[in-house]
């Protein structure tokens, strides 16, 4: 090799250079030509050139792979946390849906309880007008009851007054012990001037049992005390019913109703007005 070396001359070594040159820059031609110089050059420069591998467990691929892994992770950690907000979404329009029908159910209770409301207004209202038109039936009974107390007081005073004034004349009667029906006899007795119906007429209103009265009254407004079922009880033409005995000594003295003022006007049956009749002739 020293030999060959010697032997080129600088010219030879130029011709050497521009054919490695135009080999290089024409890949086709054929390696028969090149002379072996050109091949050892061309070999070594390859040789330089070729890149040297890395080894598989590298650090580098170590990162890699552990980078991935981390990322397989995050990617599956992120799906797990997707799928629980969905369900959690789920859950939160559930939740709505049953808010929503609370509301509307809600809305209807609210609905029928002022509808009930209303209703139960009204029967309070009626049921204060029914209360103030009793009241002021037993105003008026009360009015009659205290006029005609009032009218009995006067008697008693009068009775009184003529027992004190005339001493000679004996009057055998003690008024602060007589009861309420005497002291109605004794104003028949002494002339008391009587505005109400006959007793034919009082007969003409038919009896019947409380049991068999079709009235919402619980009490008779003249003795003040509750119906039984089995009292005699009297129904006036205006419908207000009365203890048989309390309304016929109320309409002995008085021809109109206790509580409405209401006149009665009875006509006598042809039989009572024969024996009132032969009353009178005899």
Known sequence: MNMQRKSHSPELRK????????????PFVSKQSQSPEIKMTRSTVSQKRKPQDHPVNSPI?????????????????????????????????????????????????????????????????????QLNLQEEEEAYSQDGFQQHMTNLNDLRHFLNQIRHSNEDIPVFVDVDNLTYEQLLQ?????????????????????????????????????????????DKC??????????????????????????CKQELEINIPIQYQTEEQAMVEQ
């Not at 959690?88 to 209807?108: A, F, G, H, S």
């Not at 001037?193 to 079709?214: A, H, M, W, Y």
């Not at 203890?243 to 109109?256: A, M, N, R, T, V």
Request: charged content about 35%; glycine content about 2%; hydrophobic content about 30%.
């Open 15 to 26: 011709e050497l250079a521009l054919k490695l040159l135009r080999n290089e820059k024409h």
């Open 61 to 129: 691929i170590e990162d890699l792979l552990r980078q991935c892994k981390l990322l397989e992770e995050l990617v599956k950690k992120s799906k797990k946390i997707i799928d629980e907000k969905e369900t959690k979404i789920q859950l939160l329009l559930q939740l709505l849906k049953q808010r929503e029908n609370c509301c509307k159910e809600l809305q209807m209770q609210s609905h029928k309880l002022m509808e009930e409301r209303q209703i139960l207004i009204e029967h309070i209202t009626q049921l204060e007008n």
């Open 234 to 259: 009297r129904a006036l033409p205006c419908q207000h019913i009365y203890h048989s005995k309390c309304i016929k000594l109320w309409l002995g003295k008085e021809k109109h109703c206790p509580i």
């Open 186 to 230: 004794l104003e028949d007795t002494i002339g008391y001037v009587n505005r109400g119906l006959s007793k034919e007429q009082i007969k003409t209103i038919p009896k019947i049992s409380f049991d068999q009265c079709k009235t919402d009254e619980q009490l008779c407004s003249i003795c003040q005390i509750e119906f039984e079922s089995t």
